[in-house]
C-alpha cells in the first residue's frame, strides 16, 4: 500500500474513533460523565492521527529511498543529504574510538558505503537503508519535514506558505498556514502525550486537524512523485 492510502485508512480509523464520542449525540443528556468520555476520545484521537501521520512521513522517505536503491543510479545523482546521512555517522563512530584495533575494525566496515562517495559509481541495492532514513524523522513538525525533503534534493520548503483546505460535509473552506497549524497540532498531541489533563481538543478541533493533515499529505505525495520522477530519469540515463 502507499503511504497516501495509508494514511488515508489512518484518517479513516481516526473518524471511527470518533464516532464514539457520546457528546454530540442529541438523545443523551449531557452530563459529566459523557463530558469525560467525550473529552478521553477526542485526546485519543489526536494522539492516534499525529502517530498515523508521521508514519506517512516514514513510509513516504522509505519510498524515496526504495527509488534510489535500484542499483542503476550513479552516485553523483544521489542527493548529498541522503549520501551524508549515511557516511557521517559511521565516520563519526570511526573518529570518536579511542581503541586502535576496534578503530581499524571500523574502517574496515566503511568499505560497504565506500561507493557514496565515488561519484561514478553505482550503489549497489542495499548500501542505502531504510531504517538509517526512519531515525531522521522522529516527529511531525515542520522543521523535520522541510529536513526530510531537502535530503531527498528538494531545494524549497515544502512547510512554507499557506494551504488551502476544504470539506464539503463540513462546509469549511479556508487558507491555513503551514508550519502555525503543523505546531498547534503537534503540540496538542505532545501535550497529551505528557499527561496533561487540561488540554481537551473539541470536537471541531480534531475535524480540522484531520481535514488540514488530509490535504497536506496530498501536498507531500505530490512533492514525493515528483522526486520520484526526477531519480528515474536519473536512471534511464546512467
Not at 142 to 148: H, Q
Not at 169 to 183: A, G, P, Y
Not at 195 to 207: A, H, I, N, S
Request: charged letters at 30%.
Amino acid at each position: 500500500m502507499a503511504s497516501i492510502d495509508r494514511f488515508g485508512a489512518g484518517v479513516d480509523e481516526v473518524k471511527r474513533l470518533l464516532e464514539l464520542d457520546p457528546s454530540h449525540q442529541e438523545d443523551l443528556d449531557p452530563s459529566d460523565s459523557v463530558a469525560s468520555v467525550g473529552a478521553s476520545v477526542r485526546r485519543a484521537a489526536v494522539v492516534l492521527l499525529v502517530s498515523h501521520f508521521e508514519g506517512f512521513l516514514k513510509a513516504v522517505g522509505e519510498e524515496l529511498l526504495d527509488a534510489l536503491s535500484d542499483g542503476t543510479i550513479e552516485t553523483r545523482s544521489i542527493p548529498r543529504g541522503v549520501r551524508e546521512v549515511h557516511v557521517m555517522p559511521r565516520l563519526a563512530e570511526v573518529v570518536a574510538c579511542n581503541d586502535i584495533t576496534q578503530r581499524f575494525a571500523l574502517l574496515a566496515k566503511l568499505g560497504s558505503i565506500s561507493s557514496l562517495w565515488n561519484d561514478s559509481a553505482k550503489p549497489s541495492k542495499g548500501t542505502l537503508r531504510t531504517s538509517v532514513i526512519s531515525r531522521t524523522i522522529h516527529n511531525a513538525d515542520s522543521e523535520c519535514i522541510d529536513k526530510l525533503f531537502q535530503m531527498f534534493g528538494l531545494t524549497e520548503q515544502v512547510c512554507n506558505g499557506e494551504i488551502d483546505v476544504w470539506d464539503d460535509e463540513l462546509e469549511i473552506e479556508q487558507s491555513d498556514d503551514i508550519r502555525t497549524r503543523l505546531k498547534d497540532i503537534v503540540k496538542c498531541r505532545n501535550d497529551i502525550a505528557h499527561g496533561d489533563m487540561d488540554r481537551r481538543p473539541t470536537r471541531d478541533d480534531v475535524r480540522r486537524y484531520l481535514i488540514f493533515l488530509t490535504h497536506f499529505s496530498r501536498r507531500l505525495d505530490r512533492k514525493q512523485r515528483q522526486l520520484i520522477e526526477r531519480y528515474e530519469s536519473f536512471a534511464a540515463s546512467s
